[in-house]
């Protein structure tokens, strides 16, 4: 869940600007030559949630019947725990 709303963040356009939060890090980075700790603390997301992940970001709509439609379309059957995942993080976008 955290690398999901970090992603969520990091991307987002804070008020007033033009570019997201990580090209602003990245804009830092290069200049000063030096990775911000906002990039090197970020969450990272292990091997284990890859389906999870690939399902969410391939899908507009977070419901039941479109991860339903998502599985049998990818023949990738999601565990109980990943379904319940995206479920949820679908409740933090933005």
Known sequence: MAFGKW???INE???GSKISRYQTLKQ???A???TPPELLNAPSLSWQ???AWVAYTSLKQHTFAELESY???TNKILDWW???AIMELSKHKG
Do not use: A, F, Q
């Open 13 to 15: 356009h804070p008020e």
């Open 28 to 30: 830092v980075e290069k």
């Open 82 to 84: 990943e379904i319940e």
């Open 49 to 51: 949630h890859d389906d």
């Open 7 to 9: 992603c969520y963040y």
């Open 32 to 34: 000063r030559g030096v």
């Open 71 to 73: 599985m049998r379309l």
